[in-house]
């Protein structure tokens, strides 16, 4: 085995370190390069923050329960909210509310849908009636063997 190391294996060794690294530079940096993925994690971090404003929002203004706030990808990045309110009025009072967070984004209220107060009238009325835990009353048993195991005819 020659002492030397030729000029093509000294290329291949330099090629084989810098891979890894080059290879992580990539993964992990094209995330930082996304404009959109920028956007929607200031989104994210946005909405963490004002979490305690939202809900003192929606203890304050009954009929809230089903939005959920979000991230939304259109527009390389929105502050959006989806779910289901009985009225116009709603959507307008959430799209106030999101407004005054001063959020990093625009705004998007598109996937509110208005469905009615007598949705969630039904809703109501098809709640079942019981334990919330979904649990059953079950009957105690004593060890007591059926009427046909005991016959053996």
């Not at 923050?49 to 329960?65: C, L, V």
Request: charged letters at 20%; hydrophobic letters at 35%; glycine letters at 8%.
């Amino acid at each position: 085995m020659p002492e030397q190391v030729t000029p093509r294996a000294k290329r291949l060794l330099i090629i084989a370190m810098a891979m890894p690294w080059l290879f992580l530079a990539v993964y992990y940096g094209t995330s930082l390069l996304n404009s959109q993925t920028r956007q929607m994690r200031a989104v994210d971090a946005h909405i963490v923050k004002i979490s305690q404003q939202w809900d003192r929002f929606r203890a304050e203004h009954p009929g809230f329960d089903e939005v959920k706030l979000f991230a939304y990808t259109d527009g390389d990045g929105m502050f959006g909210a989806h779910g289901n309110v009985a009225t116009d009025e709603q959507v307008s009072e959430l799209h106030k509310f999101m407004e005054s967070t001063v959020p990093p984004r625009p705004v998007y209220v598109g996937s509110v849908h208005v469905v009615g107060p007598e949705f969630f009238e039904f809703q109501r009325k098809s709640e079942p009636i019981g334990p919330g835990n979904g649990s059953q009353t079950i009957r105690s048993e004593t060890n007591s063997a059926s009427p046909a195991a005991g016959s053996h005819r």
